[in-house]
């Protein structure tokens, strides 16, 4: 059965291989992307793949919280059904990792995004469905001064701790939604991965991305992901597993979403808890 996918950052790296998968099996695939003329590329090689079904284009900075609420307004707007959202979007380094309003990019983009483009669409995401979080084996506990930006991080403390944020409140949202919504869980799509963010973070070609590909269109297709919702799967592991203790924590993962509540209405965008 085909279905309708909407892929983050799919314009190079993982998100790019993935999507190529994806359209060669048929699926309708919502690429989306923050370059324009990265999206045009990225469409006009998938619409050569033998067998491609319905490719889209959504362009959106992730790192501005109305960008992301008008793309989830767009594709809502196209769709009223999505079979699958993989939040596989990210940052790590960047010469600008402050937004204008004084948050690290990290959180914005790798935590706070991706919660609000799931939540915005989860009209359209019924029971069966499944959205697929990309974690990190990178993981530590979030700084709630720096995650309101009023302290700075480094690079690797930042995304570590909006990766376990993005964790946190995949455990957190799927608790509150039980049967009654999509499945959702996180994924590390394993370490070291040779994507551009790799090679420029750390100067090195990283892994086979094949290996990251190969589980996200598990995650999103194969049945042994049917009852995945609120677990995390460790792809350098090969299988589920624990993700950081705080991710386990009922109190702590209610902080953090309490958290992302705050940055986006302190960024005049509307957000709530779900429960």
């Not at 892929?7 to 314009?11: C, E, M, N």
């Given at each position: 059965m085909k279905k309708t996918i909407l892929?983050?950052?799919?314009?190079d790296g993982i998100g790019q291989e993935t999507a190529k998968l994806l359209v060669a099996e048929g699926h309708t695939v919502l690429l989306h992307g923050r370059s324009e003329e990265k999206l045009v590329k990225t469409k006009d090689i998938l619409s050569r793949i033998s067998g491609a079904g319905i490719i889209e284009a959504y362009r959106a900075d992730l790192s501005k919280l109305a960008e992301v609420d008008a793309l989830a307004?767009?594709?809502a707007k196209n769709h009223s059904k999505i079979d699958v959202v993989i939040n596989n979007a990210g940052v790590f380094s960047t010469p600008t990792p402050v937004t204008e309003e004084g948050y690290d990019i990290r959180f914005i983009v790798n935590?706070?995004?991706p919660y609000l483009l799931t939540t915005r669409l989860l009209p359209q995401l019924p029971t069966g469905s499944r959205v697929i979080n990309l974690s990190s084996a990178a993981q530590s506990p979030v700084n709630f001064d720096a995650f309101a930006g009023k302290t700075r991080l480094s690079d690797n403390d930042a995304y570590a701790q909006s990766k376990l944020g993005i964790t946190m409140w995949s455990f957190q949202l799927a608790n509150e939604l039980g049967n009654n919504g999509p499945s959702i869980m996180a994924?590390?799509?394993a370490s070291m991965l040779g994507s551009n963010m790799?090679?420029?973070a750390y100067g090195v070609e990283g892994k086979g991305l094949d290996i990251g590909t190969d589980i996200l269109v598990r995650a999103a297709l194969s049945d042994e992901f049917t009852n995945a919702s609120g677990r995390y799967f460790d792809n350098d592991k090969g299988e589920f597993s624990n993700p950081h203790p705080d991710a386990l924590s009922s109190d702590k993962?209610?902080?953090l979403v309490m958290a992302i509540v705050d940055v986006a209405r302190a960024l005049n965008v509307e957000i709530s808890e779900i429960s």
């Open positions: 892929l983050t950052g799919a314009t307004s767009a594709v935590t706070i995004a994924v590390n799509p790799v090679k420029e993962n209610k902080k």
